[in-house]
């Protein structure tokens, strides 16, 4: 198995040493692994509320450190990967700056809306005083945007907008239809995120139904734990591969220097 989502204490809401990440990945038979902290915002002229990321002058350690962890381990192979914000408007700055950063692959994630980190539990009250039927359909115009910028390879948990349990009454299944198109039009591929167990919302990321169109689409997918702490290397990873295996999936994405291939699971 592959989990392509871990984060350092760099990104100031993780703990644990690279090393111990690679230890459970180890101990639980992992065959691949790749860390995937989050792009400093400030290098995009962006200062969350909350930091939320890594300083600006940490990067070029980050990658360091992670390059010189691959080769330690006879059984896992180690990426160097990095997840970065989708922000309409720094498309071309971004694009920029990932030309400059020796990565393995690129995911991009959505955590703001404007000013809010709609992600956040500090900030997630606000929730209730929002049209929630709008709400989605703005979050989804980002995904398809985001898809469509071409600067990443990997979108990271993708329908993280249900996190705190909240849903439209509106019908979801158009999005799901347009999201699954979209993926494959831009082939970027789908990350099946098993963070979501452990958030309010308890269910992975994406919902069922949208990981079925993506694979009646053939829409590559690889798996990532979102893991924050050692512990949580593989987290629900036997309970996520029968779910790819009942859906039809046998293959998982993977990247090295940002080049796609599948590997059976």
């Known amino acids: 198995m592959v989990d392509y989502h871990l984060h350092t204490p760099r990104c100031c809401h993780a703990e644990g040493t690279p090393e111990e990440y690679l230890a459970e990945a180890e101990r639980k038979g992992l065959r691949e692994i790749g860390f995937a902290d989050h792009f400093p915002l400030g290098?995009?002229?962006?200062?969350?509320?909350?930091q939320v990321t890594m300083n600006s002058d940490e990067l070029e350690g980050y990658i360091g450190q992670i390059e010189a962890l691959k080769g330690y381990s006879a059984q896992v192979d180690i990426k160097t990967g990095i997840e970065v914000d989708y922000l309409p408007g720094t498309e071309d700055k971004?694009?920029?700056?990932?030309?400059?950063?020796?990565?393995?692959?690129?995911?991009?994630?959505?955590?703001?809306?404007?000013?809010w980190?709609?992600?956040?539990p500090v900030y997630a009250d606000s929730y209730?005083?929002?049209?929630?039927?709008?709400?989605?359909q703005t979050y989804f115009k980002?995904?398809?945007?985001?898809?469509?910028?071409?600067?990443?390879?990997?979108?990271?948990?993708?329908?993280?907008?249900k996190k705190f349990g909240y849903r439209p009454v509106s019908d979801l299944e158009p999005y799901w239809t347009e999201t699954a198109r979209v993926l494959?039009?831009?082939?970027?591929?789908?990350?099946l995120n098993t963070a979501g167990r452990d958030a309010p919302v308890n269910e992975f990321y994406p919902h069922k139904r949208l990981l079925e169109k993506c694979f009646q689409r053939g829409?590559?997918?690889?798996?990532?734990?979102?893991?924050?702490?050692?512990?949580?290397v593989g987290r629900y990873f036997k309970e996520a591969a029968e779910l790819l295996k009942t859906t039809g999936y046998k293959e998982l994405a993977v990247f090295e220097k940002r080049v796609k291939r599948s590997v059976s699971f």
Request: charged share 30%; with cysteine.
């Open 43 to 50: 290098l995009l002229d962006y200062i969350p509320r909350a």
């Open 219 to 232: 829409v590559p997918v690889t798996m990532g734990s979102d893991a924050h702490g050692p512990v949580q």
């Open 128 to 136: 209730r005083e929002r049209d929630l039927n709008k709400l989605y």
């Open 117 to 120: 980190d709609f992600t956040h």
């Open 94 to 115: 971004l694009a920029d700056l990932l030309k400059d950063y020796r990565f393995d692959y690129v995911i991009g994630s959505i955590h703001f809306m404007e000013d």
């Open 142 to 161: 980002l995904v398809w945007d985001l898809c469509r910028s071409g600067l990443f390879d990997i979108i990271g948990h993708i329908d993280v907008i």
């Open 184 to 191: 494959k039009e831009t082939d970027t591929c789908l990350e």
